[in-house]
């Protein structure tokens, strides 16, 4: 009896099946595919298997009146036609799905077979790895920036793309304080294209590829994790970071001074905690919370009686106190600062919203009933 092996595979892992469907393929007298870029074309050969290419779809292609009423496409049944015809031919023929396969071919595919009393066997792929589709989305870029790709793409450098970067960077900020899960999901696959984009420019120019970036992150995360992948013992979160700390200056002898290597571009808010975090492990570090709540009151009475010429010196130094106040609880104050501007916002616009007039015509006691009013509804209030 005529058998047909339809093979599963994983697009973005061409060459990649497990071993029972290689073990199908290598029995089959002849290896079919649905066209001409098939991703596995060139491991068929490399295997030296007896392959053939299915010739163009014929759309003209007549049909019944029951293949009409199941919905059978024209290009699909003489595809399939095709795929039955040779394994009644042959004997034993393996047919290995790609990109260009839906899933009404797959059915048109076992309607054709069972017509022509041909056994039909499935060899699924399995289980593929997870970040298979972020081959995707290197191999999309690649498109993009090719000779005859994107014309914005392929102008654009390293410094052009910077700001991009940043800007994908705090609208994840935004997406992760909306704790919206299908926002961090788009988020995150902004930032990722920012990676791939990069890497992809300097793959074109022979500096570095993106498998040169993974490899780097990975091979330094197992470096620093030897807790996890090595023999050593911790016991608390606190040793990991400091063992995390102790192995990156072995990695970079480089940097003698305390700061070294804390970006200065980065806001002031968060430029100023991290020196702080780096004075801390050196041994500069408030007794107490306590302590610095009593540095704040010093610091906002210095600041109320300081005049216009020093106002902004007295300013910062207020805010780098409340900074370390936070430490003080190990609460970032960047991300603190941006939830509370993200709750004064809310209600600001609820105030504004529930205002029947302009609110440059609010009396004062108008603008704290409204905005006591909006409060109310905030769990926090937001000012």
């Known amino acids: 009896m005529a058998r047909l092996?339809?093979?599963d595979t994983a697009d973005q892992l061409p060459g990649?099946?497990?071993l029972h469907a290689w073990s199908a393929l290598m029995s089959s007298e002849l290896v079919l595919v649905g066209s001409g870029d098939h991703p596995f074309l060139e491991h068929l050969e490399l295997a030296d298997l007896r392959h053939e290419v299915l010739p163009p779809a014929d759309d003209g292609a007549a049909l019944s009146r029951a293949d009409l009423l199941t919905g059978l496409s024209p290009a699909d049944k003489r595809r399939a036609e095709h795929v039955v015809d040779r394994a009644a031919e042959i004997g034993e023929v393996a047919y290995l799905f790609g990109p260009s396969d839906a899933e009404a071919f797959t059915r048109t595919l076992g309607m054709e077979a069972a017509r022509a009393g041909v056994e039909v066997e499935v060899v699924y792929f399995g289980l593929a790895p997870k970040g298979t589709a972020l081959l995707d989305l290197v191999r999309v870029e690649e498109r993009?920036?090719?000779p005859d790709g994107c014309p914005w793409d392929r102008e654009q450098t390293h410094a052009s793309l910077a700001r991009y970067a940043v800007e994908?960077?705090?609208e994840?900020?935004?997406?992760?304080?909306?704790?919206e899960p299908d926002a961090i999901r788009e988020e995150l696959g902004d930032v990722l294209l920012q990676v791939v984009f990069h890497a992809q420019i300097a793959d074109s120019a022979g500096q570095f590829t993106i498998d040169d970036v993974a490899r780097g992150i990975v091979e330094k995360l197992v470096r620093r994790h030897p807790h996890v992948f090595a023999d050593v013992e911790v016991d608390s979160a606190e040793e990991v970071v400091a063992n995390w700390d102790e192995l990156k200056a072995a990695e970079k002898p480089e940097r003698q001074g305390y700061f070294d290597g804390i970006a200065t571009g980065q806001?002031?808010?968060s430029y100023m905690q991290q020196l702080q975090s780096r004075a801390s492990k050196a041994g500069f570090e408030p007794d107490d919370e306590?302590?610095?709540?009593?540095?704040v009151r010093a610091r906002l009475d210095r600041y109320l009686e300081s005049g216009a010429d020093e106002g902004a010196e007295e300013l910062g130094a207020l805010l780098a106190t409340v900074i370390s106040l936070g430490r003080q609880r190990r609460?970032?104050?960047?991300t603190s600062l941006r939830a509370a501007a993200s709750g004064f916002r809310a209600r600001f616009e609820a105030m504004a919203a529930a205002a029947d007039r302009p609110l440059s015509e609010l009396t004062d006691e108008q603008w704290q009933t409204l905005w006591d009013a909006a409060g109310a509804q905030q769990s926090p209030p937001g000012g």
Do not use: T
């Not at 306590?290 to 540095?295: D, H, K, L, N, P």
């Not at 609460?331 to 960047?334: F, G, H, K, S, Y």
């Open 16 to 18: 990649l099946l497990p």
């Open 172 to 179: 994840l900020l935004d997406a992760i304080s909306s704790g």
């Open 5 to 7: 092996v339809l093979i």
């Open 331 to 334: 609460l970032d104050a960047e």
């Open 168 to 170: 994908e960077l705090y």
């Open 144 to 146: 993009l920036l090719a």
């Open 290 to 295: 306590r302590g610095v709540a009593a540095v």
């Open 267 to 269: 806001p002031a808010l």
